[in-house]
C-alpha cells in the first residue's frame, strides 16, 4: 500500500509540473483532485471536531436534562447540562450564513460575518503583535546584552566580533526595511538611501527563503525520481 501511495504521488508531482509546458488535462486533473480532497478533508474536520462535541452533543444533552428536568427527575449533572441550551445561540448565528443563498433575506449574513472577524481580530491582533512586533524587537536587540566590554557578562557567554558584526548588521537591516515602508514623507536624501539599503536587504530575505523552499522541493523530487528507478531497475531485474 504504501508502494502505491508513491506511485500516486510522483504521477500527481509529474501532473502539476506539466503546467511548465502549458495548461493541460493532466495539469486540471491533479488540481482539481487537489482541491476537492481539501474541500472534502476540511468539512469533515470540521464536522467532527467542531459540529459534533460543540455543538450536536451538548445541545442534545441539553433537551435530553431538559425533558428529565420536566418530569420531576433532577440531579446536579442534569441541571449542569442544561447549560447547552445556550449553544442554541451560537448555532443561530453559524445557520444566519445560509441566508445568503436567499436574495431577499441575505444582508442577515453580515451579522455571524461581523462576528466573526471581531472574535477573529481580538484574538489575532495581541498574537502578531507579541509574534512579529514585540518578540523580534526583542531578538534584534537582544545580541547587544552580551556585548561583553559594555555589560559585565561572563566569558563564556560574551559575542565575538563576528558575532557583534551580524547583531549590528541586523539593525541595520531592519530599521532600513522599515524605511522603505515609511510612506508618510517622501523618499529623498538620506531615506530615500536608506530605503534602497531597505529593498536590498528584502531582495536577500526572500531570495533566501524562495531559494530554501526550491532546494527543499527538489530534494523532495530526486528522492521520488530516485525511489522510482530504483523500483524500475528491480523490477527489470527480477523479469530477467
Given amino acids: 500500500m504504501e508502494?502505491?501511495?508513491?506511485?500516486?504521488?510522483?504521477?500527481?508531482?509529474?501532473?502539476?509540473y506539466s503546467f511548465l509546458y502549458r495548461d493541460?488535462?493532466?495539469?486540471?486533473?491533479?488540481?482539481?483532485?487537489?482541491?476537492?480532497?481539501?474541500?472534502?478533508?476540511?468539512?469533515?474536520?470540521?464536522?467532527?471536531?467542531?459540529?459534533?462535541?460543540?455543538?450536536?452533543?451538548?445541545?442534545?444533552?441539553?433537551?435530553?436534562?431538559?425533558?428529565?428536568?420536566?418530569?420531576?427527575?433532577?440531579?446536579?449533572?442534569?441541571?449542569?447540562?442544561?447549560?447547552?441550551?445556550?449553544?442554541?445561540?451560537?448555532?443561530?448565528?453559524?445557520?444566519?450564513?445560509?441566508?445568503?443563498?436567499?436574495?431577499?433575506?441575505?444582508?442577515?449574513?453580515?451579522?455571524?460575518?461581523?462576528?466573526?472577524?471581531?472574535?477573529?481580530?481580538?484574538?489575532?491582533?495581541?498574537?502578531?503583535?507579541?509574534?512579529?512586533?514585540?518578540?523580534?524587537?526583542?531578538?534584534?536587540?537582544?545580541?547587544?546584552g552580551a556585548i561583553g566590554p559594555f555589560v559585565d557578562v561572563p566569558p563564556e557567554a560574551r559575542l565575538s566580533a563576528l558575532d557583534i558584526f551580524g547583531a549590528i548588521l541586523m539593525v541595520i537591516g531592519v530599521i532600513c526595511t522599515l524605511t522603505y515602508f515609511f510612506f508618510s514623507v517622501e523618499h529623498r536624501g538620506p531615506i530615500n538611501w536608506l530605503s534602497k539599503v531597505g529593498i536590498a536587504f528584502l531582495m536577500i530575505g526572500f531570495g533566501a527563503a524562495f531559494g530554501n523552499t526550491v532546494m527543499g522541493r527538489l530534494a523532495l523530487m530526486i528522492h521520488r525520481v530516485g525511489f522510482l528507478i530504483n523500483e524500475w531497475i528491480g523490477s527489470f531485474g527480477a523479469l530477467f
Fill in 3 to 16: 508502494l502505491f501511495g508513491i506511485w500516486v504521488a510522483a504521477f500527481l508531482t509529474l501532473c502539476i
Fill in 24 to 144: 493541460n488535462p493532466f495539469y486540471r486533473f491533479a488540481e482539481h483532485l487537489f482541491v476537492g480532497i481539501s474541500v472534502g478533508y476540511g468539512i469533515v474536520i470540521a464536522i467532527h471536531q467542531g459540529v459534533i462535541p460543540l455543538a450536536w452533543e451538548p445541545l442534545s444533552e441539553a433537551v435530553s436534562a431538559l425533558w428529565t428536568e420536566i418530569t420531576g427527575e433532577t440531579t446536579p449533572e442534569i441541571r449542569s447540562a442544561l447549560w447547552g441550551l445556550f449553544k442554541i445561540i451560537p448555532i443561530a448565528f453559524g445557520l444566519l450564513f445560509f441566508a445568503r443563498l436567499s436574495p431577499r433575506h441575505n444582508w442577515l449574513v453580515r451579522y455571524p460575518i461581523a462576528i466573526l472577524i471581531g472574535f477573529g481580530a481580538g484574538i489575532a491582533i495581541p498574537n502578531m503583535l507579541q509574534a512579529n512586533i514585540f518578540e523580534q524587537t526583542r531578538a534584534t536587540i537582544e545580541p547587544f
